[in-house]
């Protein structure tokens, strides 16, 4: 069975910190393909980023980097110089490799990221 | 390029009664599923799609059902809805690959009474 988990419930930071949140992932495949979503206070859930199990470059993408470290199970999130646009609950999921279709797409239950002006 | 549409946004039922959240999309994705988001739980698969005329159950599919009788719609019927029930549904598409990440129609809050 595998498992996401992600400890913080809620964060709040004052706007311009820097701000991680954790993702702490079990499977017992040697292939898989973790992501994490964004649900802005909005509702809509928004795609965000997806890395496989063979690939533990870090990624940049402006504000926005990803450390996935497989020694350790886990798959963080770093916002840099936080924004009140980026208050939102964001969810890391997890997926076996191989097979057809996401049914076994394993979500953890979210943190709710508060940016205070 | 309109993605992933539900209708309705917001629905309000009372015990007992029946309905039908509608989702569609247009990006020719095979796998088409449904899932309920309710506080500190995260989302839950209810029922998913892999093609055209193939469902199966997810993790809590008791009180609804599903069909998929083409690839662009997978409504979601709830058979006599429950207070239980009340939580936000949202729709999902992807291609059938694993690595291949979702696609959410914007929600449904349904309440019932």
């Known amino acids: 069975a595998q498992k996401v988990t992600q400890a913080q419930t809620e964060i709040s930071v004052v706007e311009k910190e820097d701000v991680t949140l954790d993702c702490v992932y079990e499977t017992r495949d040697t292939t898989y393909y973790l992501f994490w979503y964004k649900q802005p206070p909005s509702g809509e859930l928004v795609f965000l980023i997806r890395?496989?199990?063979?690939?533990?470059q870090n990624e940049i993408s402006g504000r926005y980097s990803w450390n996935f470290q497989k020694s350790t199970s886990s798959f963080n999130f770093t916002i840099t110089a936080s924004q009140v646009v980026d208050s939102a609950v964001y969810f890391c999921a997890l997926s076996p490799g191989g097979g057809f279709g996401n049914e076994k797409l394993t979500f953890g239950t979210g943190t709710r990221l508060t940016i205070i002006p | 390029n309109a993605g992933v549409t539900q209708t309705p946004k917001f629905q309000v039922l009372k015990t007992g009664q029946s309905m039908t959240l509608q989702c569609a999309q247009d990006m020719n994705h095979e796998y088409m599923s449904w899932y309920r988001q309710d506080p500190g739980m995260g989302l839950r698969l209810i029922h998913y799609s892999v093609g055209a005329g193939i469902t199966d159950q997810g993790e809590v599919p008791n009180g609804y059902n599903v069909s998929r009788s083409t690839t662009e719609d997978f409504p979601l019927r709830l058979l006599s809805a429950a207070p239980s029930q009340t939580s936000v549904y949202f729709c999902?598409?992807?291609?059938?690959?694993?690595?291949?990440?979702?696609?959410f129609g914007n929600g449904t809050r349904l309440t019932v009474t």
């Open positions: 999902a598409s992807s291609y059938g690959q694993r690595n291949s990440p979702l696609h």
């Open positions: 890395r496989n199990s063979f690939d533990e």
